[in-house]
C-alpha cells in the first residue's frame, strides 16, 4: 500500500511539475536539443543519407545554421523572434546565420481567426469589440509576437488590429529564464565569451520583449513620435495614429498605411519618386529623434519603413525604440561627429567613456585600429561600403583589444546598417557622412540641441 501512495505521489508531483511553465519548457527544450542533436550526428555518420536514399528523396546535407533554425522554429515565438534578430542584423552574425534566419521572416505560421476573436472580446469586451465591424479572416502578416488584420470602423475608418499571440507572455517568461541560463554558462565556460556579453545581450533581449508584450507602450511609442516630427516640423513623416479606446495590452488598433515598402525600388521608380531625397529626409528626421529627444525608431528595416500614397513617409512598429538620457545623447553626437570629421583618437575616446577602458588599454593603438576599420566611410560612396564587413571589423578590433561594445553604438549601427541598404538602391551615389544636406543639417542639430542643453541648465 505504501508502494502505490509513494507512486501515487511520485506521479501526481510529476504532473504538477510539468504543469508550471519554466519546468515544462525546460522539458521541451531538452527534447528538442535530443531530436537536433541526433539529426546532426545522424548526418553526420551518413545514417540520415541513407534512409532518403532508400526513399528516393535527394539528399542535402544538413548545416549548422540549418539545424539551429529548425531547432529555433520547434521552439516557438520566443526563439523565432531571436531568429528575426540574427536573420536582420547583417554583420553582427556570421553570414551564413544571417542568410538562413531570413526563412523565419515571413514563415511564422499564423493562429487561427477564432482565437483571434476570443482575444478581442477578452480584452476589449464584445460590446467594443463589435465596433470593428469587419475584420478581414486573412491576416495581413502574422509575426513572432502578434499578426496584424485588416478591419473597418463602424464609420468606414479603415484600419489594422495587431492581435497578440495566444500564450505568449506566459511561454516567453519561461523562454528567459532557460536563455539567462545559458548565458550565464556560456559567460563562465567559453573563453574571451565575456567581451560578447553574452549575458548582457539576453536582459537587453528580455527588456525588449517585455515591451513589445505591452502594446499600451508601443500605442503611446506612436503618439510621441508623431508629436515630435510635428515639433520638428517634418509634415511628412508620421507613424500610424493609435485608437486608444480600442487598445489594451494583448491588441492594438492604429491607422492602416497604404504605399510601397522603402525595398520596393523598382516599384518606387516607376512612380517617379525621389528616392535620395526620401532617404535623406528620414535619416535626417531619424538622427534628429535621436540628438533632440533620446527617442528614436529602433528597427528600421524594411517593413517597417514605407512611402505612402500621397508620397508622405510612414514609419511603422514601435515595439522596439531607442531611449537615451542626456548623458547618452551628448556621447552619441560625439560619438558621430568623430567619425564623419576622421577623429580616430576622439572615437576611441568616445568608446572608452561609452564602455569603460580594459586595463592597460592603448589608446593610440586602438584609435590607429579603429581608423583602418571607419576610413571606408569617408572614401567610399555609401553604397559602395560593405557593412557586412564593417561590424565584423569593429567587433574584431574591440576583441583585440579587450574592449566592451556599448550596447548604443549596436543600436545605432543597426540602424545605420539598414540605411545603408536603401542607400545601395536609391541613392548609389550618397555618403551620408560627406553629403551637405545630411552633415551640415547635423552639425546645426547638434549645435542647436547642445546650445538649448546650455540655456536650459544655465544658472543651477
Avoid at 104 to 120: K, M, S
Avoid at 141 to 158: F, M, N
Avoid at 369 to 374: H, I, V
Amino acid at each position: 500500500m505504501s508502494w502505490a501512495v509513494l507512486l501515487a505521489v511520485l506521479v501526481a508531483s510529476l504532473l504538477l511539475l510539468l504543469a508550471l511553465p519554466v519546468p515544462r519548457r525546460v522539458l521541451a527544450f531538452s527534447a528538442h536539443v535530443a531530436k537536433y542533436l541526433g539529426l546532426w550526428l545522424a548526418d553526420r555518420i551518413g545514417l540520415r543519407r541513407a534512409i532518403l536514399l532508400t526513399r528516393g528523396v535527394p539528399y542535402e546535407p544538413l548545416s549548422r545554421p540549418q539545424v539551429l533554425r529548425l531547432f529555433f522554429e520547434d521552439m516557438g515565438p520566443t526563439f523565432i523572434k531571436l531568429g528575426q534578430i540574427i536573420a536582420s542584423s547583417s554583420g553582427m552574425f556570421p553570414d551564413p546565420y544571417v542568410k538562413e534566419f531570413q526563412k523565419v521572416l515571413d514563415r511564422v505560421r499564423p493562429f487561427t481567426f477564432a482565437e483571434v476573436r476570443d482575444i478581442l472580446d477578452e480584452e476589449l469586451g464584445a460590446e467594443r469589440a463589435q465596433q470593428l465591424l469587419q475584420i478581414e479572416e486573412t491576416p495581413l502578416a502574422s509575426a513572432s509576437i502578434a499578426q496584424v488584420h485588416g478591419a473597418e470602423l463602424r464609420d468606414g475608418t479603415k484600419v489594422v488590429v495587431k492581435v497578440q499571440r495566444p500564450g505568449i507572455a506566459e511561454r516567453t517568461r519561461a523562454d528567459m529564464k532557460i536563455l539567462r541560463f545559458l548565458a550565464r554558462a556560456l559567460a563562465r565556460l567559453r573563453r574571451g565569451a565575456e567581451l560578447a556579453n553574452p549575458v548582457g545581450v539576453v536582459e537587453d533581449f528580455s527588456k525588449t520583449l517585455a515591451e513589445e508584450l505591452d502594446f499600451t507602450k508601443e500605442a503611446a511609442n506612436l503618439d510621441r513620435f508623431n508629436e515630435i516630427m510635428r515639433e520638428l516640423g517634418h509634415k511628412n513623416i508620421r507613424a500610424p495614429v493609435p485608437h486608444h479606446e480600442l487598445t489594451t495590452a494583448r491588441v492594438l488598433v492604429m491607422e492602416r498605411f497604404s504605399g510601397l515598402r522603402v525595398d520596393r525600388y523598382d516599384d518606387i521608380r516607376a512612380r517617379g519618386i525621389d528616392g535620395e531625397l526620401t532617404l535623406v529626409s528620414g535619416l535626417r528626421a531619424w538622427f534628429q529623434c535621436v540628438v533632440f529627444y533620446g527617442f528614436f525608431h529602433g528597427d528600421v528595416h524594411a517593413g517597417n519603413l514605407m512611402i505612402l500614397d500621397d508620397e508622405d513617409i510612414g514609419f511603422l512598429d514601435f515595439g522596439i525604440v531607442g531611449r537615451f538620457g542626456e548623458k547618452e545623447r551628448w556621447q552619441v553626437t560625439d560619438y558621430m561627429i568623430a567619425f564623419s570629421t576622421g577623429n580616430y583618437r576622439k572615437l576611441a575616446e568616445v568608446i572608452v567613456e561609452m564602455s569603460g577602458a580594459p586595463p592597460a588599454l592603448d589608446v593610440e593603438k586602438f584609435a590607429a585600429d579603429l581608423g583602418e576599420t571607419y576610413r571606408p566611410l569617408l572614401t567610399l560612396s555609401f553604397g559602395e561600403v560593405n557593412y557586412a564587413e564593417l561590424l565584423p571589423g569593429i567587433q574584431r578590433v574591440a576583441t583585440r583589444h579587450r574592449m566592451k561594445m556599448p550596447k548604443e553604438f549596436i543600436l545605432i549601427t543597426k540602424q545605420l546598417l539598414y540605411f545603408d541598404r536603401y542607400a545601395k538602391a536609391l541613392a548609389p551615389k550618397l555618403n551620408v557622412f560627406t553629403d551637405p544636406r545630411l552633415v551640415l543639417g547635423m552639425m546645426s542639430d547638434i549645435q542647436k540641441a547642445r546650445s538649448e542643453y546650455t540655456a536650459k541648465h544655465a544658472g543651477r
